[in-house]
């Protein structure tokens, strides 16, 4: 029985390897360009990178490369003044998405998939993975103008 279990795991664990990209283990390809189509990645408990700096004007692509299910989520008291909120599942407000997370799942990205976010406001934009919050799951966006 523990052989037949460790097997099912280890099938399990091959899966989910095989639908990481490798580029992240690349590094980046001539003129600076990253050879992944996303710009944030999440682990179990983790966005890689933790902190990305981008212009005004450009998109944060995030894609959810664990199995774990995760979200986006702004703090809205720690982004800029005028700036638009952003959540998976198109919440217009941080309670809102947090409530829906535990209530229903809302917001949810399971392994592959992406949200994006364009960023029109210069500052610095803390977010978090709402059910992995308690393990430190946070991130920034600093957006330079």
């Known amino acids: ?15 989910v390897a095989a639908a990481l990209p490798i580029s992240g283990c690349l590094g980046s390809v001539a003129g600076g360009q990253s050879e992944r189509d996303y710009d944030v990645g999440m682990t179990a408990t983790t966005f890689r990178p933790q902190e990305v700096t981008i212009a005004v004007g450009e998109s944060v692509t995030w894609r959810n490369t664990s199995a774990r299910t995760h979200t986006v989520t702004a703090y809205e008291d720690a982004i800029p003044e005028d700036a638009d909120f952003f959540a998976t599942g198109g919440y217009e407000d941080e309670a809102t998405a947090r409530e829906e997370w535990w209530s ?28 992995h919050e308690q393990g430190g799951m946070i991130g920034a966006v600093i957006v330079e103008g």
Do not use: K, S, W
């Open 1 to 15: 029985m523990q052989r037949r279990r460790f097997l099912e795991r280890a099938a399990g664990a091959a899966t």
């Open 104 to 131: 229903d799942r809302g917001g949810a990205l399971e392994n592959g998939d992406e949200f994006t976010h364009t960023f029109e406001i210069p500052g610095r934009y803390d977010y978090v993975c709402v059910p």
